[in-house]
């Protein structure tokens, strides 16, 4: 039979051909081997520390010769990467390799592996593109095909990555509102661990499409050899480790196909989201400085830049949006120092004013709570020398709203059944496979940057998850696209946004953490961590959330002393100096500070802008886990030129007579010396303090803090000496 794959040629002028049995594919400190001739299987054979060549592999029989894009219907044993059913009935695949394509960039090489079936029209190229100097590599296939009739996908994974025989434990974030980004560890035991998300909307509210994989032996911070990966997806996803009785593992990452399969017409091409993964032997931290390197110069909007204090009225002054209450809280913000102003929730809606359940929907400023509109506090923010932020949620409406009233065709909905509405019982959400509606979405920010083109900052929120699984738009044959389509949609959104006005910052919220991931940051320059704004159990979810994401992307606010989602009261040293790790902002009403805290507040938004270069640019190294019970937590960023550091220590619990563990720092020159110096401090208690010591001694040996009081917390400058 006549071999068919001519239809995936890719006529990229910068791409050459290259034809081998191996295919080396290395970052500055890793490489990937895959092996394969024309005509035959594509072999997965290594993946690790960086090799020369493939004969080190075969030499030292570490060669796995395992499919490299696992698909059913031959094998039907093992699971699969693809299935797909083809119009005559047919279930199988055989796919084998036509030619490879490679081109290089500034940065990174891609290579391009096309594969095609030996009997049915059908092909898939697998992409890989390798980032030298972070040492991440990219992974996804694009799926097509010239049948005569459509082929329906059932599994479409992004990317295989298969780990041989081991003791593995698993390091991955789990938890819910008020609690996101919880870190978990598990050692991987033989049956399938699975991962998942049916949201529909938020991907990262319950657990988070990311993970890390200790190889042999327990989850160390700076030690061991660690296989990291995160999904650049924003909808329903799936992480599968599927362990034998021989303790081999083969992770499966991508799209979850749960109620998703999806039917490829002819010659439609099916791209799934990048699987990014990475390798290192300096542990967990290893990993995280990868996946924050790639991040900040890939993945992250304007991740070179550094980010803007701001102060977010939301807590302040919830619904209770008023322009002398927005005006007041701009003058008091200026007074600390900060740079940015947003105004949340509330300030919109004409016929039905914004409320908890109303309103949502109608991007109209409500006159009776801002008669002077959003031009008047943009004027006002920038007469206090602020930029100024607006709160948006534009793929959500409420039932009671005009938008609703005029569009009911417009949300996701079955029209046999009442819909299931969410907050306020009044949120219902938009079909963004809707083309209408996606200008609809586009609009709302157009609208608003057209008219107040100075506005700096949208904090773009999503409360609620896709229920009423259904569309108006899509046709019955292709209802069970909805998931899918719905986040395409919500990515040609957010392109032409970003394309129209790409120097506005966003930041992804959607109750709170439920929207880190890498598939939408490339649009967003930041994410809001959690709702809870609690500093003690913010220490833990930052800590979590660090392992796969950059501090300049992690917005960290400090809120009132007794905190309004658990009611603890904490000094507010304490909490600037864990708000201090991320982006630092503000979630609180200024005007209720007293005199000695507004004096704080100033003096640590001073000291921020100092070391924000480090903090947010810089290489983290996690020392002390919150989550090892010991009551304390450090941790510190260093400069990649080794010649600044920042130290954080926080005291967790409080016990008379309680042990001070000490503290050994990482990541610093042991050859250089470094001045030390408390910062952020109401009196200075560091024994150290002005005092030069070498980088070796304080990675070595370390040093003793005085954490003895309740809430203790202390943030050390270092600097290198000349």
Request: hydrophobic share 35%; proline share 4%; glycine share 10%.
């Amino acid at each position: 039979m006549k071999r068919f794959f001519s239809f995936l040629c890719i006529s990229w002028a910068a791409f050459s051909t290259v034809m081998a049995d191996d295919y080396l594919i290395s970052t500055s400190r890793t490489s990937l081997l895959l092996s394969g001739n024309r005509g035959e299987k594509l072999l997965f054979q290594y993946y690790g520390g960086r090799i020369g060549s493939g004969q080190e592999v075969y030499n030292s029989e570490t060669g796995m010769n395992l499919p490299v894009y696992p698909e059913f219907g031959i094998d039907c044993v093992d699971e699969p990467a693809i299935q797909v059913t083809h119009a005559d009935g047919n279930m199988s695949l055989d796919l084998l390799l036509d030619r490879v394509e490679k081109s290089s960039g500034e940065d990174s090489d891609t290579w391009t592996f096309v594969l095609y079936d030996s009997v049915y029209p059908f092909g898939v190229n697998l992409c890989y593109r390798a980032y030298r100097a972070s040492d991440v590599i990219e992974t996804w296939a694009e799926i097509s095909h010239q049948e005569k009739k459509p082929v329906t996908l059932f599994r479409f994974a992004s990317g295989y990555i298969p780990v041989r025989y081991g003791e593995h434990w698993l390091s991955h974030l789990s938890g819910d509102w008020a609690r996101e980004s919880w870190l978990s560890e598990e050692r991987l035991l033989p049956g399938m661990k699975v991962i998942k998300n049916k949201d529909g909307v938020r991907n990262a509210q319950m657990a988070n499409p990311s993970f890390m994989l200790s190889i042999g032996g327990r989850p160390e911070e700076n030690t061991g050899t660690v296989l990291g990966g995160t999904l650049a997806w924003s909808g329903n996803y799936a992480l599968k480790f599927d362990i034998d009785y021989s303790r081999h593992t083969r992770i499966l990452a991508g799209i979850n196909e749960e109620a998703s399969q999806y039917t490829l017409m002819p010659k439609e091409r099916f791209v799934t989201p990048e699987l990014a993964f990475t390798y290192s032997t300096e542990g967990k931290g290893g990993v995280s400085r990868n996946f924050h390197r790639w991040a900040r110069s890939h993945k992250l909007a304007h991740g070179a830049q550094l980010r803007d204090i701001l102060l977010n009225s939301w807590e302040g002054v919830y619904f209770d949006v008023n322009q002398p209450v927005m005006e007041r809280m701009m003058q008091d913000f200026a007074a600390l120092g900060g740079e940015l102003f947003v105004m949340d929730d509330g300030w919109f809606g004409e016929k039905y004013p914004r409320s908890n359940s109303v309103g949502l929907g109608d991007w109209v400023v409500c006159k009776e709570r801002l008669p002077d509109g959003i031009a008047s506090l943009v004027r006002s923010a920038g007469a206090n020398g602020l930029k100024f932020g607006i709160w948006i949620e534009p793929e959500m409406a409420d039932d009671k709203s005009e938008l609703f009233e005029k569009h009911p065709d417009w949300v996701i909905g079955q029209k046999t059944r009442t819909l299931k509405k969410g907050r306020g019982d009044a949120q219902v959400v938009l079909d963004l496979s809707n083309p209408k509606v996606q200008d609809f979405v586009f609009g709302v920010v157009d609208g608003l940057m057209t008219e107040n083109p100075d506005i700096a900052y949208i904090k773009w929120d999503a409360n609620m998850t896709l229920v009423n699984y259904g569309s108006n738009y899509l046709p019955a044959d292709r209802q069970s696209h909805l998931y899918i389509d719905y986040h395409r949609g919500l990515l040609d959104v957010l392109r032409r946004i970003q394309q129209k006005y790409p120097d506005l910052q966003m930041q992804a919220c959607a109750s709170g953490g439920g929207r880190a991931n890498y598939g939408l940051l490339p649009y967003f320059t930041e994410f809001w961590v959690s709702d809870n704004t609690d500093a003690l159990q913010r220490i833990y979810m930052q800590w979590g959330i660090s392992h796969f994401f950059p501090a300049n992307a992690m917005a960290s606010h400090v809120s009132a002393g007794r905190n309004h989602q658990t009611g603890r009261a904490t000094p507010i040293k304490f909490r600037f100096d864990v708000a201090m790790s991320g982006r630092l902002g503000m979630e609180m009403q200024p005007k209720d500070m007293t005199e000695e805290e507004a004096a704080f507040a100033r003096k640590a938004i001073a000291v921020y802008k100092e070391i924000r270069p480090v903090v947010q640019q810089g290489d983290l190294y996690r020392l002390f886990s919150p989550y090892d019970g010991k009551g304390f937590a450090s941790l510190m960023y260093v400069a990649p030129d080794k010649g600044e550091g920042v130290f954080f220590a926080y005291k967790l619990e409080h016990f008379y007579g309680q042990p001070v563990p000490r503290f050994r720092l990482a990541g610093l020159d042991a050859g250089k010396r470094y001045r030390l110096e408390e910062i952020n401090q109401t009196e200075t208690r560091l024994p150290q303090h002005g005092k030069t010591v070498s980088g070796r001694y304080l990675m070595e040996e370390g040093i003793d803090i005085p954490m003895d009081a309740e809430y203790a917390s202390m943030v050390i400058r270092l600097t290198a000496e000349e």
